[in-house]
């Protein structure tokens, strides 16, 4: 069962900096656009915002 597109995986960078990144999916019907979430980063041991890159 091939996965499909509409539900791609994605990597979500630390906007502080870090580098720390997390790795989710999205759908892209409900997100076109690139997302931006508000998740824990260790490394500066707060939460920051995290943007999707490609």
């Given at each position: 069962?091939?996965?499909n597109e509409l539900r791609p995986i994605?990597?979500?960078r630390s906007t502080?900096?870090?580098g720390y990144t997390y790795v989710?999916?999205?759908?892209?019907?409900?997100?076109?656009?690139?997302?931006?979430l508000?998740?824990?980063?260790?490394v500066v041991r707060?939460?920051?915002?995290?943007?999707?890159e490609k």
């Open positions: 069962m091939a996965r994605v990597k979500l502080a900096g870090t989710t999916r999205k759908n892209r019907r409900n997100d076109p656009d690139r997302l931006v508000k998740k824990y980063d260790p707060r939460h920051v915002d995290f943007r999707e």
